[in-house]
């Protein structure tokens, strides 16, 4: 039972750490782990493209000064690229200037941190990003309709008559996803990648099969109606009539 809530709980935050300083990088790296995060280490703007094909970080902490490719250029690609234009970057940098601060914010990070920092800050810094751009990250309850989860005790309940529904815990991530990301159209590879952070070795044929489950489970309380087919395109969680 433990391990079924364990495994049921929301995912925790995965941040990629882009730094090409050594001794930067296992600062941070400890400093995020220490806050329940679960780091990924690239040393270059190279590496760090590898990583996000195989899986979408929650959130990118990203070096200003990399060889090569430089941090402001990463995150002008991965700004224009469909599939990594929502990921919030917070960049580094020991730059202060007013002006380059400016350029960072126009290439698309969220916020930025001026070297050195104290981790307090970054970890404060790194939770306010996340609260604002990942809300499926938070244990906060959310609420739609008569329909109301809580990833901090794992349930579903119906507010009007505080029925409880039990999900299993992938039909319970995929519900608080969507329930989080209301009237949006999400492709399979787009739920893979958000639900499973894995859109590579995962058949898009998983998420159909998810998706049937969680409407099972939500169909006796009449709650199915929420989860709408878009032909062609995938799928959508909706209080209006699809
Ligand atoms: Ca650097």
Excluded at 6 to 12: E, F, L
Excluded at 113 to 125: D, G, H, N, Q, V
Excluded at 147 to 157: D, F
Excluded at 203 to 222: C, G, M, N, S, W
Aim: with cysteine; glycine share 4%; proline share 6%.
């Amino acid at each position: 039972m433990n391990s079924h809530l364990k495994s049921g709980k929301s995912k925790t935050a995965t941040i990629l750490l882009v730094e090409d300083e050594p001794a930067i990088q296992e600062l941070l790296a400890f400093n995020i782990t220490q806050c329940g995060f679960h780091p990924i280490q690239a040393l270059n703007a190279t590496s760090a493209m590898e990583h996000i094909k195989r899986e979408l970080p929650d959130l990118i902490l990203l070096d200003w000064m990399l060889p090569e490719i430089s941090g402001v250029e990463l995150a002008k690609r991965l700004r224009a690229d469909q599939r990594t234009h929502n990921i919030p970057i917070i960049m580094l940098t020991a730059r202060s200037d007013e002006k380059d601060k400016i350029i960072g914010l126009e290439a698309g990070a969220d916020d930025y941190i001026t070297k050195p920092f104290s981790p307090r800050e970054l970890i404060a810094r790194i939770r306010a990003v996340l609260r604002r751009r990942s809300p499926q990250l938070s244990d906060k309850i959310t609420i739609v309709g008569d329909l109301e989860i809580s990833p901090a005790t794992h349930r579903v309940n119906i507010k009007s008559n505080g029925f409880s529904i039990p999900l299993g815990p992938t039909e319970f991530r995929l519900l608080h996803f969507f329930m989080t990301h209301p009237e949006r159209v999400y492709s399979r590879s787009q739920l893979l990648d958000q639900v499973w952070g894995d859109h590579v070795f995962i058949e898009e044929r998983t998420v159909d099969v998810h998706i049937r489950r969680l409407r099972q489970a939500l169909e006796p309380y009449k709650m199915d109606h929420f989860i709408q087919t878009v032909r062609s395109n995938g799928y959508r969680f909706s209080s209006a009539p699809s």
